[in-house]
């Protein structure tokens, strides 16, 4: 909620304490030379900047509260309905690469941890490092020039296919042109899922209890299980992360396949100096860093019984 | 004898190897780079040639020179910002850490707060409001990555102002400042040094992701901006691929990726766990295997001699190292207490861990060993006994049980090991109910039970399978005496019941003198003295053995 309030905050602040007019920033770029005084004031009371400070702030609160989040200088068309059209296809990209990513990092950093110094583990814990320090619109571009390019298999741009195809054949063409939007940002996300399941894998087999599994009698398998439950905490809060830093971090992907979500909004908005989308993408990416978190919230009862039954007897 | 390197150390040299290209690069720019990285030096779009190795861009600029020179943006850019938010976070740290009360308060709101932001989306923000050059890009970053390295560090304070000579100096009157700087910054430089180097390569990151979105200096071609250069000027397509887009993709790849492998490191020194040797845990590999068909001691006749009998027994913690358990001997006779005596360091739970083939590592066992007149020492032969035959009951059973799951699950999940599960679930009823454990609360989770509750529990999984023999690894550490003198009694109760044989390992003389009928005493890996309790204890040759028994300042003097 706190975080809410500061996005709001810093969203009636940033244009005023940024250098210059804010009412430059509502003008779009080419026209700035030929805006008269007049239009100027114009615009100042239309978009309530003619005020004190104080009675600003009260507008701007008054106008989110309903909803109205301002009109796009470069589409003229409310700011809502453009974050609405751009939210499904983020979700769609984000959603299915951080869950992917999140099963592949997580099933190699317990297998690395289980063979932790052998090998294959430092050979792994390698490749996975290399991999993850390829800039992900980098990785893009590498997709695009190998299946778009040489090989001629997937399409680059956009995410609805050009012809009215319906029923299934859409479903296929629109699948078709988020492969490798998501394959990119899966591979960008495999690293950190990794890192934080092996680290936290090799923590676990460190306690007490993983030894009292194999004294029991318990075979391998059933001792790695013991390991991996508790190991799943941080996975998930490291994915959920994820889940925030990707709304808008998937920006420089979405701009390389001219992919229509909510980061190629963001980034034509920079472009265009079209400030009003840029406040209003940017007040939706918190709302879905909040939601993440909230989700996160409300899954952990189920993954430690610890937060699920709290104040117990003893440390 | 070479030590092995871990990981960690590996890659931080690979790491060093791969930033010193570019820090080079950036270095000796003018010299390396023959063209301007900003003029046009030739016609727009050339192929790589002698005189523009890499080619010129739309504008004729040679893309080798910017490329050159844009270790130099990324560089600094990564740098600035780094040591920006390292400054911040300290101090953010420092000070929250050290006044606590309402600064602290507020700081940390603070530091979350930030945390819970979009790092990309927020960068962008701010970078679209403020403008384009590099000095700007630098703060940006800088002030949006401040607040990890600010809670990292924060929690590095706590627990280091907790630390006994923090106290022991704040107690004498040292000043705040000057505790600080001795006991405090001094310690956080490892920490502090792996956060440096994640801002650094966040940093670089994300000022590649800038230029690429058009957010760059314009006056200065980064990396990132090359990128988006070329991909504007569809190199992808007319193959300027090749020259245009690989080469500072590359370059991207290997700074990210030397401060990656150095930031690695960096953490392993930050927090030695990582690193320590203690790394494969043998026990986990081993495919699933059908119990092996016990190994029935002919029913009826009543087995004699010692049912576990140890022979020079000779443990090294790794091939290299020095020896832990020098030449050790000693029997468990039939349903008695043998006690295991020594102090702390004296190896007697390494016997007990390396005949159960439960040591973490890769150590080095030799000696004989046999249970019930089998060899013991090889890994499936330890399998095959382990929580069947040899209930065992580990040291610090405070932390033996798996939070995540109910106690009955767990005493249930070793029972399943010999019977059908229906029955496992019926056992593990009865066998808590035996170590007095209430039946509402056999559906608990370990944290809502107290430290002697818990004991008992691990003292009931360890009985699931009817074990012959129960070996308890300092069974009362960490108890409060009353219920130090419960277990005791437990295990007492249990051993006359049940016909056990019970290896008991300690340092608590007290406890050996009330429990136990044998007395192995051990001193640095080696056997001083033993026999029965009786003897010993009534006159003991040895000057150790002596003094062990006069440690008589043991409080628990509670009767049971």
Sequence with gaps: MLVLAVAIVLNFALPRLAPGDPIDFLIPAEQANRVTPEQREALASAYGLDGSTGQQFVLYLKNLAKGDLGTSTRYGAPVRELLADRLPWTLLLVGTSVVLSMLIGAALGFRSAWRRGSGSDVRTLTGVMVLDSFPPFFVALLLVLVFSVQLRLLPVFGALPGSDAQGLEFALEVARRAILPIAALTLSGIGSAFLVARSAAVTELGEDYVTMAAAKGLDGAGVRRHARRNALVPVWTVGMLNVGALFGGAAPVETVFAYPGLGRLIYESVLSRDYPVLQGAFLLIAAGVIAANLIAELVYPYLDPRVRRPGAVGS | ?560
């Design chain 2, 1 to 560: 004898m070479s030590r092995r390197r871990s990981p960690g150390q590996v890659l931080g040299r690979v790491g060093l190897v791969l930033l010193a290209l570019p820090a080079l690069a950036a270095v000796f720019a003018p010299l390396v780079a023959r063209h301007s990285p900003q003029r046009p030096s030739g016609r727009p779009l050339l192929k790589p040639s002698l005189g523009h190795p890499l080619g010129t861009d739309d504008l004729g600029v040679d893309i080798f020179s910017q490329l050159v020179y844009g270790s130099r943006i990324s560089l600094a850019i990564g740098l600035g910002a780094a040591v920006l938010a390292i400054v911040v976070g300290v101090l953010v740290a420092v000070l929250a850490g050290w006044r606590r009360g309402w600064v602290e308060t507020v700081l940390m709101r603070l530091t979350d707060v930030t945390l819970a932001f979009p790092f990309l989306p927020l960068v962008l923000v701010l970078a679209a409001f403020f403008g384009r050059g590099l000095l700007v890009t630098a703060i940006v970053i800088g002030a949006v990555s401040w607040a990890r390295p600010a809670r990292v560090l924060w929690a590095q304070v706590l627990k280091l102002r907790e630390y006994p000579h923090v106290q022991a100096a704040r107690a004498m009157g040292a000043t705040g400042s000057r505790c600080i700087v001795r006991h405090i910054l001094t310690r956080l430089i490892p920490v502090t040094s792996a956060q440096f180097v994640r801002v650094a390569n966040a940093a670089i990151i994300s000022e590649a992701a800038l230029a690429f979105l058009g957010l760059g200096d314009p006056n200065h071609a980064s990396w990132g901006m090359m990128l988006a250069n070329a991909s504007s000027n569809n190199a992808l397509l007319t193959g300027a691929w090749k020259w245009w887009m690989v080469p500072p993709g590359l370059a991207l790849t290997v700074v990210v990726l030397g401060f990656a492998f150095t930031g690695y490191a960096s953490e392993e020194w930050a927090d030695p766990r990582l690193a320590s040797p203690t790394g494969r845990l043998r026990f986990l590999g081993r495919r699933r295997r059908r119990p092996a068909p016990a190994p029935q001691t002919a029913a009826g006749a009543p087995a004699t001699g010692p049912i576990l009998s140890v022979k020079d027994l000779v443990v090294h913690y790794d091939r290299h190292g020095p020896a832990v358990v020098k030449g050790v001997g000693f029997d468990a006779p039939r349903e008695r207490v043998t006690a295991l005596v020594g102090e702390s360091g004296s190896g007697k739970s390494t016997i007990v861990l390396a005949l159960l083939g439960l040591l973490p590592g890769d150590p080095l066992v030799k000696g004989g060993a046999t249970f019930e007149g089998r060899k013991l020492l090889s890994a499936a032969a330890a399998a095959r006994v382990r929580g069947r035959k040899i209930g065992f009951v580990t040291q610090a059973a405070m932390n033996a049980l798996n939070p995540a799951y109910t106690i009955h699950f767990q005493v249930a999940e070793a029972a399943a090991l010999t019977m059908p599960i229906g029955e496992a679930r019926r056992r593990a009823g009865e066998l808590l109910e035996n170590v007095g454990l209430p039946a509402e609360d056999h559906g608990a989770y370990p944290h809502e039970l107290s430290g002697g509750m818990r004991q008992r529990v691990v003292i009931a999984m360890a009985l699931a399978n009817r074990p012959d023999l129960l070996i308890a690894d300092e069974p009362t550490t960490g108890l409060d005496l009353v219920t130090q003198a419960s277990i005791l009694k437990l295990l007492g109760d249990l051993k006359d019941q049940l016909g056990l044989t019970v290896l008991l390992i300690t340092h608590d003389v007290q406890m050996v003198l009330r429990v136990a009928d044998e007395l192995v005493i051990l001193q640095d890996g080696c056997v001083v003295e033993q026999g029965s309790v009786a003897t010993v204890a009534a006159d003991p040759q040895q000057e150790y053995t002596r003094r062990l028994l006069n440690t008589r300042l043991s409080p628990l003097a509670v009767k049971v």
